[in-house]
């Protein structure tokens, strides 16, 4: 047969109630007396933001470095290069094609997304129609530069 006083349990492997746990009708009448509902973190100030609270599950890093890319702007532009002639078109005009482009490098540890977002539009706006290149190698960066620019 059953005892006639039960021993309590435990709510929960929590704290048994107490002052600072109310109950739903305790809150109520805070609030209708003109005050704010008891805070659900006993610690936790009635002054708090709440704008503070940040999602850091689906935000990106406020200051995030750009990664400077340490390639030769030739190689770049030869790889943009043959890339063009085997997909049709510039990896920097469609966000697919450039994530594609990047991706291995990327992936090795050569910059950042926006770093190769800032060398490719450093290594476009290097150059327009009318330039005339004096050294060698801009000479030859400048030729690139047409094949892959220079109709646009």
């Not at 540890?109 to 926006?114: D, F, K, Q, S, W």
């Amino acid at each position: 047969m059953a005892d006639a006083n039960p021993k309590p349990l435990p709510l929960d492997g929590g704290d048994p109630p107490n002052e600072s746990n109310k109950t739903v009708s305790d809150s109520a009448s805070a609030i209708a007396a003109g005050g704010s509902p008891p805070s659900k973190h006993p610690n936790e100030s009635s002054d708090s933001n709440e704008n503070e609270i940040e999602d850091t599950a689906t935000s990106k890093p406020k200051n995030e470095e750009i990664k400077e890319v340490e390639i030769d702007n030739i190689d770049i532009m030869n790889e943009i290069l043959e890339y063009r002639n085997r997909k049709g078109g510039c990896p920097g005009n469609n966000p697919d094609d450039f994530r594609r482009f990047c991706y291995p490098y990327i992936f090795l540890g050569i910059g950042n997304a926006r770093g190769w977002i800032k060398k490719m539009k450093e290594i476009k706006n290097k150059f327009n129609r009318e330039s005339a290149p004096t050294e060698e190698v801009d000479k030859n960066e400048f030729d690139l530069w047409k094949k892959i620019w220079g109709n646009e």
